[in-house]
């Protein structure tokens, strides 16, 4: 499970809209093992298997859909598969996948992905800002498919990640709702984000 330069990929090795229509924490914990792909305007094309993910629902006063539909996040309220992005801190991005069917807000925040790094401490996607820092994930990416192979970010399928191989949580970095165990992680993966 590592992040790599690869050969352009079909549209059929793409997860489905189907694969995010349904409940958010199933989703979740299903994204564990599923392949985050990057095509940079220059051809290059990386991928990594996702390792680190935490579920947010509407109904959750930690999540950005609680009260109802807000520009910022009016993308949660759509069809699911659809790339919800925002801007933290005025430094960071984090990218989020958008869970549930059309018109029930949902969403997975992507918070790690292996990358190879051999000990914690040397991985450059343990944690969503860095993550999306590395990968240039930004804004501007707000609202595409990603289950499109044609895009510059999608997700496709990877390998079944065992229940034996899963650690599961309490959120990051969070106040409210912060009993709720939706934080899901491939156990003693270096690339997966450190608690402070």
Request: glycine content about 8%; some cysteine; proline content about 4%.
């Amino acid at each position: 499970m590592s992040i790599a330069y690869r050969p352009d990929q079909s549209e059929q090795e793409c997860l489905p809209s189907s694969f995010y229509d349904r409940p958010t924490v199933d989703v979740a914990r299903a994204l564990l093992g599923q392949r985050l792909v990057r095509r940079f305007k220059d051809g290059r094309i990386f991928s990594g298997a996702i390792v680190e993910v935490e579920a947010y629902t509407a109904d959750d006063p930690a999540c950005h859909a609680f009260g109802g539909k807000k520009q910022r996040c009016e993308v949660m309220f759509g069809p699911p598969g659809y790339a919800y992005v925002y801007f933290i801190y005025g430094m960071y991005h984090c990218l989020n996948v958008v869970t549930e069917s059309d018109g029930i807000a949902g969403a997975v925040l992507i918070r790690a992905i292996d990358d190879g790094a051999e000990a914690r401490g040397k991985s450059k996607t343990d944690g969503p800002g860095k993550l999306c820092r590395f990968l240039d994930i930004d804004r501007t990416m707000n609202g595409i498919a990603l289950f499109d192979a044609k895009q510059e970010l999608y997700i496709q399928s990877g390998r079944t990640i065992k229940n034996r191989e899963v650690e599961i949580s309490t959120r990051i970095g969070i106040t409210k709702a912060a009993d709720r165990l939706w934080r899901f992680h491939v156990k003693d993966n270096h690339s997966v984000s450190r608690r402070k």
